[in-house]
């Protein structure tokens, strides 16, 4: 039985029994990984092994590793955010992060990333976009979308650009509700598509749709099941001829509105060529019975059917599998990612220069949550704790409660003697919270008044540098080598990153 064009994912670490039954069938165009699969790359190259195995060869298999916030391999060279990448603004070290990155997902036996995030991030309050974007201008966001398409399928790997037609402007997450973008298509030319059309150019595999409505192209319906959206403005006008994969059509924009068989078969008549079905085998097995019952039904157009299962064929033939154990150029990679970070930082105002054996008061919120769209946590600030005092100096911590208003000024006066420096840290992956501004406000009011020196490292969500006063370290995350990269410059080392995005500060 010839593949039919969707992606479904896996339960676990290891393929159950249903699972092995669905897969042997050899319907699934593809599987999408996500943490859960994950125990460390060794075991996800003999699962992945197993899959295809079981599948064929063509198999798809797909990843979000965007670097930053959004990774699900960690024991590899990972990237660290795009808008690190996007405020060091060097495209050629953009490609070699980007090739380094996909060295490592083709050695596992991966063959598509879902990346790079070609959207312009032109609203500070954006829930689900913030350091995914590489910035504000289109133009930058651009070169660098082109760049890590480049490097990435040099190595093996399809690359994803993400998410179409541009989910930069949205104060809501697709995950949770039905964002609406109220631009016109001039706008739309102008601002959301020219990243895109780059990375188009430079032979972008696929594309991901945006669960979005645009009033201007097709009011009521998300992009994603849009004919104007996805054929007449991305097929036609654009000109796109690769792979349109649909965003995971479980998220709450689209699943509140449709079951996962209609939204699938409303995707294709749409456009796209592979939709993306998450969900226990029966999900997956009612999509598949959908999109058959659709096929005989002549419900899809037959011409464009048919292209649609030679773009998925063309992608196989163009990314076949290369998994290996052998990464000779691991270490450089390693020292790749380690360049960018530190390369990505910003610097808002004088840095107050750092010594080992200062004694300094860290201010944070002990964890926070790690997206909007799970209740899983991280603690962004360990790793910075943990740095400082690995170089030398005595960190006194208070903790903060996540949305929650504290007093810290009792703590920071109590400490005898006081400390050489306040050092505030954002470390939410949205804004941060009325509660903890007020926190940060009253620790940089208390540090003016007692002649501390006080610094503000956003850990995380850049634009929080708005709300509390500098001078400020934007990191842009907190992963892989950030808490060296952010200790350096706390101790006089250069800072060269420059703002991608506009952010007010206050005086």
């Known amino acids: 039985m010839s593949k039919l064009p969707l992606m479904g994912d896996l339960s676990s670490t290891a393929i159950t029994p249903d699972e092995r039954e669905l897969l042997g069938e050899r319907r699934l165009a593809g599987v999408c990984l996500f943490g859960r699969n994950i125990q460390d790359r060794y075991q996800l190259a003999d699962y992945l092994a197993e899959a295809r195995s079981l599948a064929g060869d063509d198999l798809i298999v797909a990843i979000d590793q965007e670097g930053g916030g959004v990774l699900r391999v960690l024991d590899v060279p990972y990237p660290p955010p795009a808008m690190a990448l996007g405020a060091a603004d060097d495209v050629a070290l953009t490609e070699t992060v980007a090739a380094a990155t996909g060295r490592a997902l083709a050695g596992i036996g991966i063959n598509l990333d879902f990346a790079p995030v070609a959207d312009v991030n032109s609203n500070p309050l954006n829930p689900v976009i913030g350091d995914r974007s590489f910035g504000a201008d289109p133009v930058l966001v651009g070169r660098h979308v082109a760049a890590f398409v480049r490097g990435l399928q040099s190595a093996g790997v399809g690359a994803t650009l993400k998410h179409f037609p541009g989910h930069g402007d949205t104060s809501l997450d697709s995950h949770l509700a039905l964002p609406t973008v109220e631009r016109s298509l001039d706008e739309l030319r102008h601002l959301e598509l020219p ?8 032979g972008a595999a696929a594309v991901m749709s945006a669960h979005i409505v645009l009033p201007a192209l097709e009011p009521g319906l998300p992009a994603t099941l849009s004919r104007r959206a996805m054929h007449g403005l991305l097929r036609r006008e654009l000109g796109y001829p690769g792979l349109v994969i649909t965003d995971a059509l479980d998220m709450k924009a689209v699943s509140e509105r449709y079951d996962s068989g209609t939204a699938a078969v409303l995707a294709l008549r749409a456009g796209a060529d592979l939709p993306l079905a998450l969900g226990p085998v029966d999900v997956q097995r009612r999509t598949l019975a959908a999109i058959e019952a659709a096929w005989a039904a002549g419900e899809l157009d037959g011409e464009e059917y048919a292209a649609t299962l030679e773009r998925l064929a063309s992608f196989a033939r163009r990314f076949p599998p290369r998994p290996s154990a052998a990464q000779p150029r691991e270490a450089a990679d390693y020292a790749t990612m380690a360049e960018a970070t530190r390369r990505g930082l910003v610097a808002l105002g004088a840095l107050p220069r750092l010594a080992p054996g200062d004694r300094v008061a860290l201010i944070a919120t002990t964890a926070v949550r790690a997206n909007a769209a799970s209740q899983l946590s991280a603690r962004p600030a360990d790793g910075l704790v943990s740095e400082l005092e690995r170089r030398g100096l005595t960190v006194e911590r208070i903790h903060l409660t996540w ?8 703590s920071l006066g109590g400490m005898n003697p006081l400390p050489d420096a306040v050092i505030y840290v954002s470390t939410s992956r949205t804004r941060v919270a009325d509660g903890e501004v007020a926190s940060a406000l009253r620790a940089a009011e208390w540090a003016r ?10 850990l995380w969500n850049p634009f929080s540098a708005e709300l509390v006063p500098g001078p400020a370290l934007l990191a842009f995350g907190y992963r892989g080598s950030a808490p060296q990269a952010v200790v350096d410059a706390l101790l006089g080392g250069p800072v060269t990153g420059t703002l991608p995005v506009a952010i007010d500060t206050l005086a």
């Open 195 to 202: 990243p895109f059309q780059a990375g188009f150019g430079a």
């Open 403 to 410: 949305g929650e208003t504290a007093d810290v000024t009792p």
């Open 449 to 458: 008044y007692a002649g501390v020196p006080f610094v503000h490292v956003a």
